[in-house]
């Protein structure tokens, strides 16, 4: 059966240090999303990508970092710069334009420690 | 941008009918979502409108007014399991790019 794979499912971060959450879909979706959640609120988008090569900044970026080289992959990396990582991670793909909206991972909820 | 309001929590008894209400500011529209999203789970597609009117899928409506930037997700026969958090989604108007601003969502519980 297609879907997103996301992983870890529970990461640990200490200060300082960078992260990379893995993104993986065989949906054969050109759109891929990464959301963060926290506690009580809705998912704020973090970056998204249309096409393979690109992918364009959200409305909370700053502190982290992505790639798109295969379709199937929208790794999103946790950098030191992001001052308050700790949330659940959410990443999402679609078909453009979808009908459906967005298919989701079950999600990685990172904390520092 | 998107303004996207919905109340933080709702209750409602088992059997009954629930309506979920979402208003909308947006400085575009491209189609209104609703998704579901249990506790500590990622959120599963509910619904969409792009165009005026209700949308019926089995217990789930979903209705939208683009002139009063309205919506609303109607559940029927509630069940114990519809206890979750239900998101309001407007996609931004850039067919293309797909991307959707979130609601913070409406926490429902269903009592016996």
């Known amino acids: 059966d297609g879907g997103i794979t996301q992983s870890p499912k529970y990461l640990f971060r200490k200060e300082g240090q960078n992260v990379t959450l893995s993104c993986e879909q065989n949906?054969?979706?050109?759109?891929m999303y990464w959301y963060r959640q926290d506690p009580g609120q809705g998912l704020r988008l973090i970056y998204y990508?249309?096409?393979?090569?690109?992918?364009q900044k959200g409305d909370i970026a700053e502190g982290y970092s992505v790639s798109r080289e295969k379709k199937e992959s929208f790794p999103l990396t946790v950098t030191s710069a992001q001052k308050n990582p700790t949330a659940f991670y959410l990443c999402?793909?679609?078909?453009?334009?979808?009908?459906?909206?967005?298919?989701f991972g079950s999600g990685t909820r990172l904390t520092v420690v | 941008g998107q303004n996207i309001d919905q109340p933080t929590e709702m209750t409602a008894t088992e059997g009954a009918i629930v309506q979920i209400n979402c208003t909308y500011q947006?400085?575009?529209?491209?189609?209104l979502f609703w998704y579901q999203q249990h506790a500590g789970e990622a959120p599963t597609f509910l619904s969409y409108?792009?165009?005026?009117g209700l949308e019926e899928k089995g217990r789930f409506s979903s209705f939208l007014s683009r002139s009063k930037g309205y919506s609303y997700l109607l559940l029927k026969e509630l069940q114990m399991k519809d206890s979750a958090s239900y998101l309001c989604?407007?996609?931004?108007?850039?067919?293309?790019?797909?991307?959707?601003?979130f609601g913070d969502g409406t926490t429902l519980t269903v009592k016996p």
């Open positions: 999402a793909s679609s078909s453009t334009p979808s009908l459906a909206g967005y298919t």
């Open positions: 949906l054969n979706h050109d759109a």
């Open positions: 990508s249309q096409i393979v090569n690109d992918f």
């Open positions: 947006t400085s575009g529209f491209n189609g």
């Open positions: 409108n792009v165009l005026d």
């Open positions: 989604a407007v996609r931004d108007q850039n067919t293309n790019a797909g991307k959707s601003t």
